[in-house]
């Protein structure tokens, strides 16, 4: 008879390191960023003011807290140029979210059909391009979709287009880019979802006269539904965010979030507008991620 | 009316069709890499040159020297701590503190990189912390961390214990128990998880923009700064050596993934 309990315990001490790192590295950085925020920019070292001088004495504190305030946050509400941004964000998460999911749904579920001896190697090469370089593979599609790049090649030899079309610096290639990177982060979770599936349960449905169609969406999906929560969450949280692939893709009339966020830290060095723009993304991303977080524990639990 | 088994029509053209999609772009990408003309119309035949210049390219050498570095430094760190934090949430049952742990924990691989890059930039500056290769080795850390706990957790979840339990009935302690049953099975998984952390710290661009300083500049940064400016045949280069070196390394994992096989496996270590 074995005692769990003798295991559980040391296995616990395991924890400490990574507890430490995460809290250091990971949670009191999201304390300086919203003590930045509610500072003003400063051409100083560091840029921004007020700087909490720990030696200088209680006063200096005290002084320091009267002179925080929450100017930028007004400023991000209320200037258009702002929430349009973070408008657009959750707009193109959305739709690349849906076309993400429409892809990924029938490639994962013919991995899933796929004979028992192929479905690692399947995997394997949904995971190869996730693992070669992000930025390499967005550029291939530059180098696919530009003026005089191969897709204008293609259509002019065949003539169904009679001069070069304009595929960069578009919402197309954005799109494009977007469903191009973050389709492994759909099909995997749908795809583990799927191959546990029982193969019996679509049977009896079919043995019991329901049509194809009605075994799909009355007995496949509704089973597949963690997968496709896990993978929706996957994408649209990252996409909310994402600056490279508009910062390449897209045209610069409208700017994601992720950019404007940039921009502001990087061209305009006003860091605490940049750390408003960080927290008010958090704000809006808090409940997809309390989402994210109950479905992985829940997965966790069900898996021990 | 029974559903047919096995693969549908549609089944297999989804499957078609993604992998084209996936594949084709950096197919072309290779193929560019070798074209002898500057131009992406022209086909000059096959040419090794900007190869030549890109090992010409001091900047980039340094740039592509560090990424190596910090990815082998951070990726060893990250799969310690992810492993670590695979075992104790998945053998360590109910703690205090759980909830928070594997929160913060998993929260990295959905959060924004713009998010995480300038929290820990931020972090640093209030610690005056010098930016440079460790800034940059200790932000990847922080984001590869979690992907190593996801890897080396699946395999932990779906490690057969009735293995473990028989060795501690033999009269191991736990730690022995561990070392010599449970160890063993999941290094594939381990590795595994070594290598996703440092193609992905390889990769990563938005964190290092943040957190590195003056003079430590990642391959990923140069390749970006380069791209911005358009198309240059010189990067089709670098980006075929990057992938050449990531497909060698998958490759050598699966051929030692599959020489290890062992009994007790239910599933790929990924």
Known sequence: MSDHSIFTRPARFAAIAPYVWMVLFFLVPFGFVLKISLSQTAISQPPYTPVFDFAAGWASIEAAFGALSSDNFHLLLSDDLYVLSYLRSLVVAAVSTSILLAIGYPIAYGMARLPKQWQPIAMMLVIVPFWTSFLIRIYAWINILQHDGLLNQILLALRLVSAPVVWLSTDSAMYLGIVYSYLPFMILPLYAVLAKMEPALEEAAADLGASPREVFWLVTFPLSLPGVGAGVLLCFIPIVGEFVIPDLLAGSNALMIGQTLWLEFFTNKDWPVASATAIVLLALLLVPLLLYDRLQRRQLEQAR | ?270
């Open chain 2, 1 to 270: 009316m029974k559903m047919p088994k096995g693969l549908s029509h549609f089944n297999i053209a989804s499957l078609a069709l993604g992998a084209a999609f996936l594949y084709l772009p950096i197919v072309i990408l290779v193929i560019y890499s070798f074209n002898a003309s500057r131009l992406v119309t022209v086909w000059g035949g096959w040419s090794l040159r900007w190869y030549y210049e890109f090992f010409n390219d001091s900047a980039m050498i340094e740039a592509a020297w560090m990424s190596v570095r910090v990815g082998a430094v951070s990726a060893s760190i990250a799969t310690l701590l992810g492993t670590a934090a695979a075992v104790a949430l998945s053998r360590g049952e109910g703690f205090r503190g759980r909830t928070l742990f594997s929160g913060m924990l998993y929260a990295p691989l959905v959060m924004p990189e713009v998010i995480t890059g300038l929290s820990l930039l931020l972090l640093f500056v209030a610690l005056n912390a010098e930016r440079g290769f460790w800034t940059v080795t200790i932000a990847h850390t922080t984001l590869t961390m979690c992907f190593v706990a996801v890897v080396v957790q699946s395999r932990l979840t779906a490690l057969d214990r009735s293995l473990e339990e028989a060795a501690m009935d033999l009269g191991c302690d736990p730690v022995r128990a561990f070392a010599a049953v449970t160890l063993p099975l999941i290094i594939p998984s381990i590795a595994a998880g070594w290598m996703l952390a440092f193609t992905l710290s390889l990769d990563d661009l938005v964190i290092a923009s943040f957190t590195t300083g003056p003079g430590s500049a990642t391959l990923p940064i140069r390749i970006y700064s380069e791209v911005r400016l358009g198309v240059k045949p010189e990067i089709n280069a670098i980006c075929t050596l990057v992938i050449a070196v990531i497909a060698a390394v998958i490759v050598s994992a699966s051929v030692a993934a599959k020489l290890s096989n062992q009994p007790g496996e239910t599933a790929a270590p990924l």
